[in-house]
T-cell receptor, first 109, second 114 residues
Framework: RKEVEQDPGPFNVPEGATVAFNCTYSNSASQSFFWYRQDCRKEPKLLMS???SGNEDGRFTAQLNRASQYISLLIRDSKLSDSATYLCVVENAGNMLTFGGGTRLMVKP | GAGVSQSPSNKVTEKGKDVELRCDPI?????LYWYRQSLGQGLEFLIY????????KSGLPSDRFSAERTGGSVSTLTIQRTQQEDSAVYLCASSLGQRNEKLFFGSGTQLSVL
């Protein structure tokens, strides 16, 4: 089993739709969690950190479920510019950061 | 510099040759990471430096791969006797090295082994 697993997609959604991605992790001792966004042929960039209490940034909401060992990302009112690959990242002891394989989102007009 | 700088941006080499990839992290960042990304795939962890030390070398795919970091700054990833399966984008990232810190990525080196 991979340490961090994501559905590769693609998720094809119309503009304005709400879409959600999950990411599961295997190490129960994992300490911090993040979502990164990667555009085609570009480097990944931090989208948001994921806090235990959940957090929201505009149209984006991230949640952590430690009991079931998954994190989620919800995007409301999807825009064409949201089309990208979303990478789940888990931080373990010693600042070790492990990336999931990414979920590809395509928002259609 | 203002961001993480990687060179070269593109490298085409022949099978069996050695290559060196360079990463210049953001000034003051103590943590430096190397990842590899094949087309359409996720990021594969290679190695992590805290200062000049590499606490975890477990991601290096074979003994043909090595990396060093000097002066707590520039890092070099060396691939000896390159093989076609080494073709990928090699990404470097740096951070302040504290827990829950944001990673800043360079734009990568596209390596093509013919």
């Amino acid at each position: 089993r991979k340490e961090v697993e994501q559905d590769p997609g693609p998720f094809n959604v119309p503009e304005g739709a709400t879409v959600a991605f999950n990411c599961t992790y295997s190490n129960s001792a994992s300490q911090s969690f993040f979502w990164y966004r990667q555009d085609c042929r570009k480097e990944p960039k931090l989208l948001m950190s994921v806090y235990s209490s959940g957090n929201e940034d505009g149209r984006f909401t991230a949640q952590l479920n430690r009991a079931s060992q998954y994190i989620s990302l919800l995007i409301r009112d999807s825009k064409l510019s949201d089309s990208a690959t979303y990478l789940c990242v888990v931080e373990n002891a010693g600042n070790m950061l492990t990336f999931g394989g990414g979920t590809r989102l395509m928002v259609k007009p | 510099g203002a961001g993480v700088s990687q060179s070269p941006s593109n490298k085409v080499t022949e099978k069996g040759k050695d290559v060196e990839l360079r990463c210049d992290p953001i000034s003051g960042h103590t943590a430096l990471y190397w990842y590899r990304q094949s087309l359409g795939q996720g990021l594969e962890f290679l190695i992590y430096f805290q200062g000049n030390s590499a606490p975890d070398k477990s991601g290096l795919p074979s003994d043909r791969f090595s990396a060093e970091r000097t002066g707590g700054s520039v890092s070099t990833l060396t691939i000896q006797r390159t093989q076609q399966e080494d073709s990928a984008v090699y990404l470097c990232a740096s951070s302040l090295g504290q827990r829950n810190e944001k990673l800043f990525f360079g734009s990568g080196t596209q390596l093509s082994v013919l």
